[in-house]
């Protein structure tokens, strides 16, 4: 049974750090892993897609890397801003199509 | 192209009640998952339809059934509730193809259900 941990659960930083959020699953058996964003009160946004063959994926200061053997995954922020407060979560993704997710690291960045 | 819809926003009910959670995926796709959110237990999954099947089912009571239409919209039943619950109840669509690598879900905004 897969099961996902993101360290730390929270993280505070002033704006302009650069910061890593760490997930950790236990099957190594996936075809991909997703990282999403959520805001209080509100679904999820996909923020990037890591399929199993790849070792990173950026979008913007997103980077994302992801090294399957070691059952594990970074979300790299850079240069974070206020407005990247919210919860990250991380998905590996199996055979199906159900998502197992951590609980998330809350990440708050003050101005 | 709109996103996934969910209806309604907020629900408030009583234990003992049932009650229907709708969802519409983005035009195209025909996979329709539901997730469970809560302060202890995260986000869980509840079950998976594709196609008007059933594809795949959490670990979750036989209170908690699904269907899904023609058009692929989803709801979500929920019978004899209970204050457990009470949670934010999340669908994602994805175009659906079991196991490929590039299947993203895309999440709707979700239901705040309360159970008084």
């Known amino acids: 049974k897969q099961e996902v941990t993101q360290i730390p659960a929270a993280l505070s930083v002033p704006e302009g750090e650069n910061l890593v959020l760490n997930c950790s699953f236990t099957?190594?058996?996936?075809?991909?892993l997703q990282w999403f964003r959520q805001d209080p009160g509100k679904g999820l946004t996909s923020l990037l897609l890591i399929q199993s063959s790849q070792r990173e994926q950026t979008s913007g200061r997103l980077n994302a890397s992801l090294d399957k053997s070691s059952g594990r995954s970074t979300l790299y922020i850079a240069a974070s801003q206020p407005g990247d407060s919210a919860t990250y979560l991380c998905a590996p993704g199996g055979a199906g199509t159900a998502l197992i997710f951590g609980k998330g690291t809350t990440l708050s960045v003050s101005s | 192209k709109a996103g996934v819809t969910q209806t309604p926003r907020y629900l408030i009910k009583t234990r003992g009640q049932q009650v229907t959670l709708s969802c519409s995926p983005i035009?195209?796709?025909?996979?329709v998952s539901w997730y469970q959110q809560t302060p202890g237990q995260g986000l869980q999954f509840l079950f998976e339809y594709f196609s008007e099947t059933q594809r795949n089912k959490g670990n979750f009571p036989g209170r908690f059934s699904g269907r899904q239409f023609s058009n692929s919209r989803s709801e979500m039943n929920v019978s004899t509730l209970e204050l457990g619950d009470s949670a934010l109840y999340l669908c994602a669509s994805s175009p659906g193809t079991s196991g490929s690598g590039s299947n993203i879900q895309y999440f709707g905004a979700g239901t705040r259900l309360s159970v008084l």
């Open positions: 099957d190594s058996a996936i075809y991909n």
């Open positions: 035009s195209g796709h025909r996979s």
